[in-house]
């Protein structure tokens, strides 16, 4: 069957770090633009950052750029995202995507979406 599988969330103190991952199966997720997503409860699907396919370059949300950093991992098909400093806000279920191309000028976003995960739950409290 074709998936996205996320992991990695949990809780995690307020300054702390979390690193989750997203692995394809049944697709080859190299050759696609990965991007990862996160909706907190009661608001709307925010995207968070977004690394492309072809140059490897890397997007990312104002209100992560310096402490998110995306990368993925070729020969294990798994995109990650790891955070760094994080803050209550951050709080979360994030969800990666894999599509044709990173696209958004001010919000990173995937253009040509063909596959989205399940998320998973990030927690940052105290």
């Known amino acids: 069957q074709v998936q996205l599988v996320e992991s990695g969330g949990g809780l995690v103190q307020p300054g702390g770090s979390l690193r989750l991952s997203c692995e394809a199966s049944?697709?080859?997720?190299?050759?696609?633009?990965i991007g990862w997503f996160r909706q907190a409860p009661g608001k709307e699907r925010e995207g968070v950052s977004c690394i492309s396919r072809r140059d490897g370059s890397t997007y990312y949300a104002g209100s992560v750029k310096g402490r998110f950093t995306i990368s993925r991992d070729n020969a294990k098909n798994t995109a990650y995202l790891q955070m760094h400093s994080l803050k209550p806000d951050d709080t979360a279920v994030y969800y990666c995507?894999?599509?044709?191309?990173?696209?958004?000028?001010?919000?990173?976003?995937?253009?040509?979406?063909?596959?989205w995960g399940k998320g998973t739950r990030v927690t940052v409290s105290s």
């Open positions: 995507a894999a599509g044709d191309y990173c696209s958004g000028s001010t919000s990173p976003s995937v253009g040509g979406m063909r596959y």
């Open positions: 049944g697709f080859t997720l190299d050759y696609y633009a």
